[in-house]
């Protein structure tokens, strides 16, 4: 079984296949042609509407530009033209099957002022090419109306003929300008949907540090400060003698030790100091001798990737590697790290028994996500019976302050 979590296609994809699933024109009326007629019908009444609109609000906009008003209604007026690309896209979806994504929202929010929001507002593609689609709309509304109307009393046995072919060019126009075509507001919509899924993965982890902190370090903390608080009352008081006192301080002091232990885990927990001082392919090593099977690691990395690509990639394989000890009933595994152009690649494979799924809660979800967030890539091989080769990809981007710095490597735990 193969799952595979990867970026988003084109947004216009999803249209396409929906017109491609319509039967072809023919000389009888169904469901298809009666909405497409019913389209071409209502071209004249909504593209007037838009075209006044437009016309109205920018004009006037734009001939108060000499004042202060100007401007920030231009901007309105643009804003609003999202509502009818939203209106007609809605249209378009009902009557013609054409599914497009909608837009990414202007984030005026976080614009940082009056003035860098009311800029992205007056110079907002999508605004803009709706504003084209309403002046291109008017003289082809007013056309597929009067051929439309003409059609269904002279030409009727044809008329499903000639309605699909209007009706594909109003869906060439809806995926052209009203569809976010263009690759930045795709990457902002993925981006957006991204940044969720980091809040939330911050969140989670910092609800984990402290729950470590409050049940382990700091319970043990309280109650070494308790024991030592007691130990000095009765020493001050005369109570004890040297070997109970001696007692009491050798069992403190195991006390301290295992606090060590525990902050220590925890600090690996967050980001390991081998990972930091000697690269992925020491750390990983590390995690592979802590694997309750045997685990090869090997590591072909010319350079180091940034902190971040770094560290998402050392959790990545400590996650599976604990999968591989707790769930796989494998007899060994390997682990492989590589850079092909600009991206990390890592593989994971073991013996087990198969199986693994992004749905199976073992994690396997929690990391498609930090790896999409990134622009990454996730891919399960998972068969029943085995083996289990988990892929994923990372972005690549250079250390500058530490170019060339070698650790090819290959080593057996």
Same mark, same amino acid.
């Given at each position: 079984?193969?799952?595979?979590?990867?970026?988003?296609?084109?947004?216009?994809?999803?249209?396409?296949?929906?017109?491609?699933?319509?039967?072809?024109?023919?000389?009888?009326?169904?469901?298809?042609?009666?909405?497409?007629?019913?389209?071409?019908?209502?071209?004249?009444?909504?593209?007037?509407?838009?075209?006044?609109?437009?016309?109205?609000?920018?004009?006037?906009?734009?001939?108060?530009?000499?004042?202060?008003?100007?401007?920030?209604?231009?901007?309105?007026?643009?804003?609003?033209?999202?509502?009818?690309?939203?209106?007609?896209?809605?249209?378009?979806?009902?009557?013609?099957?054409?599914?497009?994504?909608? =837009?990414?929202?202007?984030?005026?929010?976080?614009?940082?002022?009056?003035?860098?929001?009311?800029? &992205?507002?007056?110079?907002?593609?999508? !605004?803009?090419?709706?504003?084209?689609?309403?002046?291109?709309?008017?003289?082809w509304g007013i056309l597929t109306f009067a051929i439309t109307l003409t059609s269904l009393?002279?030409?009727?046995?044809?008329?499903?003929?000639?309605?699909?072919?209007?009706?594909?060019?109003?869906?060439?126009?809806?995926? !052209?300008?009203?569809? =976010?075509?263009?690759?930045?507001?795709?990457?902002?919509?993925?981006?957006?949907?991204?940044?969720?899924?980091?809040?939330?993965?911050?969140?989670?982890?910092?609800?984990?540090?402290?729950?470590?902190?409050?049940?382990?370090?700091?319970?043990?903390?309280?109650?070494?400060?308790?024991? +030592?608080?007691?130990?000095?009352?009765?020493?001050?008081?005369?109570?004890?003698?040297?070997?109970?006192?001696?007692?009491m301080v050798e069992e403190a002091h195991g006390e301290v030790k295992l606090a060590l232990?525990? +902050?220590?885990?925890?600090?690996?927990?967050?980001?390991?100091?081998?990972?930091?001082?000697? !690269?992925?392919?020491?750390?990983?090593?590390?995690?592979?001798?802590?694997?309750?099977? =045997?685990?090869?690691?090997?590591?072909?990395?010319?350079?180091?990737?940034?902190?971040?690509?770094?560290?998402?990639?050392?959790?990545?394989?400590?996650?599976?590697?604990?999968?591989?000890?707790?769930?796989?009933?494998?007899?060994?595994?390997?682990?492989?790290?590589?850079?092909?152009?600009?991206?990390?690649?890592?593989?994971?494979?073991?013996?087990?028994?198969?199986?693994?799924?992004?749905?199976?809660?073992?994690? &396997?979800?929690?990391?498609?996500?930090?790896?999409?967030?990134?622009? !990454?890539?996730?891919?399960?091989?998972?068969?029943?019976?085995?083996?289990?080769?988990?892929?994923?990809?990372?972005?690549?981007?250079?250390?500058?302050?530490?170019?060339?710095?070698?650790?090819?490597?290959?080593?057996?735990?």
């Amino acid at each position: 079984m193969t799952e595979r979590l990867a970026p988003t296609g084109r947004a216009g994809d999803a249209g396409s296949a929906d017109s491609d699933r319509l039967p072809p024109a023919r000389f009888a009326y169904d469901r298809h042609t009666w909405k497409e007629i019913a389209h071409l019908l209502a071209n004249l009444p909504v593209s007037l509407l838009g075209f006044i609109y437009v016309v109205t609000v920018l004009s006037t906009g734009a001939f108060l530009t000499v004042t202060v008003i100007g401007f920030p209604l231009l901007a309105a007026g643009l804003l609003g033209a999202r509502q009818l690309g939203k209106l007609e896209r809605a249209r378009a979806r009902g009557l013609l099957g054409v599914r497009v994504d909608e =837009p990414s929202p202007l984030p005026l929010r976080g614009a940082g002022g009056f003035f860098p929001q009311l800029w &992205m507002g007056l110079k907002d593609p999508v !605004g803009w090419r709706t504003v084209l689609y309403e002046f291109i709309r008017l003289p082809w509304g007013i056309l597929t109306f009067a051929i439309t109307l003409t059609s269904l009393f002279v030409l009727w046995p044809v008329l499903p003929f000639i309605a699909r072919g209007l009706a594909n060019a109003d869906r060439a126009m809806v995926r !052209g300008l009203l569809s =976010p075509s263009d690759e930045l507001e795709r990457r902002i919509a993925e981006l957006e949907s991204d940044r969720g899924v980091v809040i939330d993965t911050a969140a989670a982890d910092l609800r984990r540090i402290e729950r470590d902190l409050h049940d382990g370090a700091q319970a043990r903390l309280v109650s070494l400060a308790m024991g +030592l608080g007691l130990a000095k009352e009765k020493l001050l008081e005369g109570q004890v003698d040297e070997k109970v006192a001696a007692a009491m301080v050798e069992e403190a002091h195991g006390e301290v030790k295992l606090a060590l232990q525990e +902050l220590r885990d925890l600090a690996r927990g967050i980001h390991p100091a081998v990972l930091t001082d000697r !690269g992925l392919d020491a750390a990983l090593s590390s995690v592979a001798s802590r694997c309750t099977v =045997p685990v090869k690691v090997t590591a072909d990395l010319d350079s180091r990737p940034v902190a971040a690509i770094e560290g998402i990639a050392y959790f990545t394989v400590s996650e599976l590697l604990q999968n591989v000890s707790k769930h796989s009933g494998a007899r060994s595994a390997s682990v492989d790290v590589w850079r092909s152009d600009d991206r990390l690649l890592i593989q994971v494979q073991d013996d087990g028994r198969g199986g693994a799924r992004l749905d199976a809660g073992t994690g &396997m979800r929690g990391l498609a996500d930090r790896l999409g967030a990134v622009d !990454g890539l996730f891919v399960i091989d998972s068969p029943p019976g085995g083996p289990t080769v988990v892929t994923a990809e990372l972005p690549w981007r250079d250390r500058t302050d530490e170019p060339g710095k070698a650790s090819s490597k290959s080593s057996k735990r």
